[in-house]
């Protein structure tokens, strides 16, 4: 029950990500979230897409250096106090949270988390043991259809 990540280097200069989105957009590859972190010469853009297997194959012929890592992306109630549910879930089951990011959809009343963990199997045990809902690379386009 994971999700797909492209986790890719971009150099900190201007003008990077707008020519890495502008690759996406020329061959039809649709973000559905995006995190960005940065350092002092590069930055890690975060992003899940819908079509990991056809963006990597356009990421390594445009020369990108990219990896590609399971992450769990989650449903949660769209009100307050549901992400500190998930969290105390991990934490009180030693799972060690590495980041996270959220991203939206079309659905009402519900809000969508990308979540890092240090044990993915475990976290997915843990999650679905307790009712929490989480969606695979093949659900995510369904997210997001009209």
């Known amino acids: 029950m ?3 990540q492209l986790s890719v280097f971009i150099e900190n200069k201007p003008g990077q990500v707008a020519e890495f989105t502008r690759l996406l957009h020329q061959n039809h590859i649709n973000m559905h979230a995006l995190s960005m972190a940065d350092a002092q010469d ?9 079509d990991s297997y056809k963006a990597a194959c356009v990421l390594k012929e445009a ?3 990219f990896s590609i890592t399971p992450v769990l992306a989650v449903e949660i109630p769209d009100q307050p106090g549901s992400l500190v549910h998930i969290l105390d879930l991990l934490g009180q089951s030693d799972i060690n949270l590495e ?3 959220a991203f939206t ?3 009402r009343d519900r ?5 890092r963990v240090a044990d993915t199997e ?3 045990e843990v999650l679905n043991k307790n009712g929490v809902r989480l969606i695979c690379q ?8 009209d």
């Open 2 to 4: 994971t999700a797909k």
């Open 42 to 50: 590069f930055g890690v853009l975060r992003t899940i897409v819908d």
């Open 63 to 65: 020369g990108y250096i």
């Open 99 to 101: 980041y996270t990011y």
């Open 105 to 107: 959809s079309r659905r």
């Open 111 to 115: 809000a969508y988390m990308i979540v």
């Open 122 to 124: 475990k976290a997915c």
């Open 138 to 145: 093949s659900e995510l386009s369904d997210l997001f259809a």
